[in-house]
């Protein structure tokens, strides 16, 4: 089990872990326009999740500088907008609307079943492909976290085809980690938190 304390303070927290885990998995892209794919996407997806209007001139722009400022500013895309690292947006977070809704896989969260959801809706291509690989990877290590065990990568696709309605596939090409690259840094982060430490009885 992976807890809040362990992990990194979120610089904006509206966006949830899973945008955060994207955005770290992109800056290891080597391939710089799969890198501008995939900042695209998130933007895209940080965008539909925000209330602010969409008609708006540059609406956003305000994301793409959210973007940089959650890599902090070490994504190496090209941004459509001009923006430096001086620059701070006025960022007020938005009250959280809690719902009763069941989730099918727990371990995922919600907000990672609504990534799905939405990338489902998108045309087929080189940027819906991305964006599975990338929800793949993020599966994966949740489901790890959670369970704290090996998983079968059958069962990972399984639940990604059964979360998006059998409308998302693992492209061809994809290859999934060994369990142990998922679960890399998780132990550090725990023994220098004190984390599994038995305290003694007092007698």
């Given at each position: ?97 809690y719902h009763h809704e069941k ?101």
């Amino acid at each position: 089990m992976e807890y809040n304390t362990q992990r990194t303070k979120l610089i904006i927290n509206d966006y949830g872990r899973n945008i955060y885990k994207l955005i770290q998995y992109t800056k290891t892209v080597e391939d710089r326009d799969k890198r501008n794919v995939m900042a695209s996407a998130i933007v895209d997806i940080m965008a539909q999740n925000s209330p602010d209007p969409k008609d708006a001139a540059n609406y956003k722009r305000k994301f793409w500088v959210h973007l940089m400022i959650l890599a902090n500013w070490e994504l190496d895309v090209d941004v459509p907008y001009e923006i430096t690292r001086e620059e701070s947006v006025e960022f007020k977070p938005n009250a959280i609307g809690y719902h009763h809704e069941k989730s099918r896989f727990r371990h995922y969260g919600s907000i990672m079943e609504n990534m799905i959801k939405r990338v489902a809706e998108y045309p087929e291509g080189e940027e819906r492909d991305e964006l599975v690989r990338l929800m793949a990877h993020a599966m994966k290590r949740d489901y790890l976290l959670w369970n704290c065990d090996t998983v079968e990568d059958d069962v990972i696709q399984h639940q990604l085809e059964s979360l998006s309605d059998q409308k998302l596939h693992l492209p061809v090409d994809f290859q999934f980690k060994d369990f142990r690259e998922y679960l890399k840094g998780t132990d550090e982060e725990r023994r220098a938190n004190g984390t599994h430490k038995k305290k003694k009885k007092k007698k």
